[in-house]
């Protein structure tokens, strides 16, 4: 659904964390990172999705990875959030949808039989030059870690 694609320069990031603090792609250059987009907090696949990161953390650290997540949610909502599920990484609030957008994961949805706009989970891998090295559209949230671990 994303119009980005492997080897392209990742775009951007100007936004808060739950903390409302500064977040950038760039601190984060010389580092291979996990930019993964979900659609809300505290929701049964979101939840799935976090604690499966939260449980292979120290894997993804010991193989150069940082993880961070995006959705709309604000940073009251994601302070909560990592809270109850002791999550050890940022989570991007984008209430304005500028890193969505920018990431084009705003797409529309079907769901239970109706339409809406929203975000569509997807897993961006970034290298530490700043290059997309993967797009992952079929997240299994289960199984979030496996996946980026795992070659195509």
């Known amino acids: ?12 990031i100007n936004a808060i964390d739950q903390n409302g603090e500064k977040i950038t792609l760039a ?8 930019l993964y ?10 939840t799935k999705e976090a604690c499966n990161f939260r449980d292979n953390f120290a894997l993804l650290r010991r193989k150069g990875y940082v993880v961070i997540g995006v959705s709309m949610d604000p940073p009251k909502k994601h302070q909560k959030f990592i809270t109850k599920y002791d999550l050890p990484f940022p ?3 984008d209430e304005d949808r500028k890193v969505i957008d920018t990431y084009d994961v705003w797409h529309l949805k079907k769901f239970m039989g109706r339409e809406f706009m ?24 289960a199984n979030a870690t496996a996946q980026i671990l795992t070659p195509e």
């Not at 601190?27 to 996990?34: C, E, L």
């Not at 987009?37 to 979101?46: E, I, L, N, S, V």
């Open 118 to 141: 929203g975000i569509v989970r997807t897993t961006f891998v970034i290298n530490e030059k700043g290059i997309i090295e993967r797009v992952i559209e079929k997240v299994d949230s």
């Open 27 to 34: 601190q984060f250059k010389g580092k291979k990172v996990v």
């Open 91 to 93: 989570l991007i609030a």
């Open 37 to 46: 987009f979900y659609p809300a907090d505290d929701t049964p696949t979101c």
């Open 1 to 12: 659904m994303t119009s980005l694609v492997p080897g392209q320069k990742a775009p951007a």
